[in-house]
C-alpha cells in the first residue's frame, strides 16, 4: 500500500515539473491584450512576436497620418537616426521640395480661379422654346371674310366688364353677355350701359351654383327666374337667350340630380320659347391652369379656324385679366382676317351640346299630356 502512495506521489511532482516547462514554452496558447491607437487588440495563440508590435506601430502611424496635417519640420525631425543623409544635402533638398510644392499649389488655385472667373463671367446661353402660335401663320389679308364670330362672355358682370365694353365700343363690335344674377346688384350701372351700346344679355342662373341648380328641376327653375327678376330692375329686359353653366351637356349634373335633369331642363326652357346657347369655340380662359394672353388668343383663333360661325366662349368674372389683355389681340387678328361680328338671339345661328329628346323620351309622357298639363307643372316648379 505504502508503494502505491510512493509512486502516487512521484507521478504528482513529474505532472507539476512538466507543467512548469510547458508554462515556460512560448507557443503556449494563451490570451494577450495590446492596446494599439487606443484599440485593444486581442491575440489568441501563440506569444505576441516583436513583429506583431512592429504591425501595432506601423498602425499607430498611419493613423497618425491620416488624421494629422503633414508638417515639413516634423516630418524632418522624426527620421530615424539609422539612415545616413548627408544634412545639408537633406535641409537643401527639403527646401527645394517644400518650394516646388508650393509653387504647384499657387499654379493650381490660380487655374482655379481663372476657370471659376470665366464661369461667373461668361454669359448663359439660353435658348427659349418658341410657342407655335398659329396667329404667326395668319399673315393673308381677307382669308376668313366669310366667317362670322360671335363673342360671348359668361359669370359677370365684374368690374373687368367695363374694360371690356371700352374695347368693344373702341373696335365698334357688339357682344352677348351672360350674366349671373348675384353679381347685377353692384354692377347695375354696368348692365345699362351693356344695354345702350348694343349689346344682349343673356341669363346664366342667378347663383351659378352647380350643387344647388342641378339638385332638382325646381332647384334650377327657381334660380334661373331669379336672375331674370334681377335683369328686368336693372335693364326692364327679359332675355329669352341662356347659357347653363357648365353647358347643355355637362356631366357635373349627375353628381348632384338625376341623369335626365339636362333633358328635362331644356325641353322645359324650350317649350317656353327660350333658347339655349352653348359654343363651338372655346378661349379655354376657365380653365383650373391659368393661361396666359398668348394661350388665350391662340386657342381661340385656332378653334374659329375651324368654323364659318364661331360662338366663343369668354368669361368676365374678377379673375380673369388674362382674357383682358387677349382680346384687343384676338379683335384686331380677326379684323385682319376679314371676319365679321354680330350677337346672339332667338333666331340667330345656334349651338347646343345636348342633342334633342321627344316629350315621350324625356317625361315619359305623351304630348298630348305634356300640351295640356306643363303649364300647371311650370306653374309648381316656378
Not at 366688364?161 to 350701372?189: R, Y
Not at 379683335?331 to 350677337?343: A, E, M, R, V
Request: glycine residues 2%.
Amino acid at each position: 500500500m505504502s508503494r502505491f502512495i510512493k509512486i502516487f506521489f512521484i507521478l504528482i511532482i513529474l505532472f507539476i515539473f512538466i507543467a512548469t516547462g510547458l508554462l515556460a514554452n512560448e507557443n503556449l496558447i494563451y490570451r494577450a491584450a495590446y492596446e494599439c491607437n487606443n484599440t485593444t487588440f486581442l491575440y489568441f495563440g501563440t506569444i505576441a512576436s516583436a513583429d506583431d508590435q512592429n504591425t501595432c506601430d506601423n498602425q499607430n502611424s498611419l493613423n497618425s497620418e491620416i488624421t494629422t496635417p503633414i508638417d515639413n519640420n516634423s516630418f524632418e525631425q522624426s527620421q530615424p537616426e539609422s539612415i545616413n543623409i548627408d544634412s545639408n544635402n537633406s535641409t537643401e533638398k527639403s527646401e527645394e521640395t517644400k518650394q516646388n510644392n508650393e509653387a504647384q499649389q499657387s499654379d493650381s488655385n490660380k487655374s482655379i480661379q481663372n476657370k471659376e472667373t470665366e464661369i461667373n463671367e461668361s454669359p448663359i446661353e439660353s435658348n427659349p422654346v418658341k410657342q407655335d402660335y398659329i396667329i404667326d401663320k395668319l399673315n393673308t389679308k381677307n382669308m376668313w371674310h366669310n366667317k362670322v364670330v360671335y363673342l360671348t362672355f359668361d359669370d359677370g358682370p365684374s368690374w373687368i366688364t367695363p374694360k371690356i365694353l371700352d374695347i368693344l365700343k373702341t373696335e365698334n363690335i357688339k357682344a352677348t353677355f351672360f350674366v349671373v344674377g348675384s353679381a347685377i346688384l353692384s354692377n347695375e350701372v354696368t348692365m345699362k350701359r351693356m344695354v345702350e351700346e348694343g349689346h344682349v344679355i343673356g341669363n346664366h342662373t342667378y347663383s351659378h351654383d352647380y350643387k344647388y341648380i342641378y339638385r332638382s328641376i325646381h332647384n334650377f327653375f327657381i334660380d334661373f327666374k331669379k336672375c331674370e327678376e334681377k335683369i328686368f330692375e336693372a335693364t326692364s329686359i327679359r332675355p329669352k337667350i341662356i347659357r347653363l353653366p357648365g353647358g347643355s351637356n355637362n356631366k357635373i349634373h349627375k353628381l348632384y340630380g338625376p341623369n335626365n335633369l339636362m333633358y328635362k331642363i331644356t325641353k322645359i326652357l324650350e317649350s317656353d320659347g327660350y333658347v339655349v346657347f352653348d359654343w363651338n369655340a372655346d378661349s379655354k380662359d376657365s380653365s383650373q391652369a391659368l393661361h396666359c394672353s398668348d394661350q388665350i388668343v391662340d386657342n381661340t383663333l385656332k378653334y374659329i379656324s375651324r368654323q364659318n360661325n364661331a360662338i366663343v366662349l369668354f368669361h368676365d368674372c374678377s379673375l380673369k385679366t388674362n382674357t383682358l389683355q387677349a382680346l384687343p389681340i384676338i379683335i384686331d387678328k380677326l379684323k385682319f382676317l376679314g371676319c365679321s361680328f354680330d350677337i346672339l338671339s332667338t333666331n340667330s345661328f345656334k349651338v347646343k351640346f345636348l342633342k334633342n329628346k321627344s316629350i315621350e323620351e324625356t317625361f315619359n309622357i305623351s304630348v298630348d299630356m305634356w300640351n295640356k298639363y306643363h303649364i300647371i307643372f311650370e306653374e309648381l316648379i316656378y
